[in-house]
């Protein structure tokens, strides 16, 4: 995404031009990190509409396999630009369980209730 590593970006998009349709997984963990990175690493700082762009291009690549629950949350990232990409992923695994979520974060409490 960020072509730091030429290297390792050439051999990704071999992988992925290699691969099937809906082979390779992309887990939640790994989404939480690439958010992270691109929003709040210092080297990066992307602006939210920019990841946007970013994730919306990830999800148009047919090999990968996201799960509903990371698409869900990516929707609620883009409406509640106050909660960040982690946040909405709590969020969304919480909704229909019993046991719910607790949280100190006033701005993930306010979409929880």
Not at 48 to 74: C, H, M, V, Y
């Amino acid at each position: 995404m960020t072509n730091n590593a030429p290297d390792q970006a050439q051999i990704a998009i071999q992988e992925v031009r290699t691969s099937k349709y809906g082979e390779l997984v992309i887990l939640d963990a790994v989404l939480v990190e690439l958010f992270f990175i691109l929003e709040f690493n210092k080297n990066y700082k992307f602006a939210r509409d920019k990841i946007e762009i970013i994730f919306n291009g990830i999800l148009a690549i047919p090999q990968f396999r996201i799960s509903q629950e990371a698409k869900t949350a990516f929707s609620l990232y883009i409406d509640h630009t106050e909660l960040d990409f982690t946040d909405c992923l709590i969020i969304i695994s919480a909704q229909g369980k019993k046991e719910g979520a607790l949280s100190f974060d006033k701005d993930l409490n306010k979409v929880l209730k």
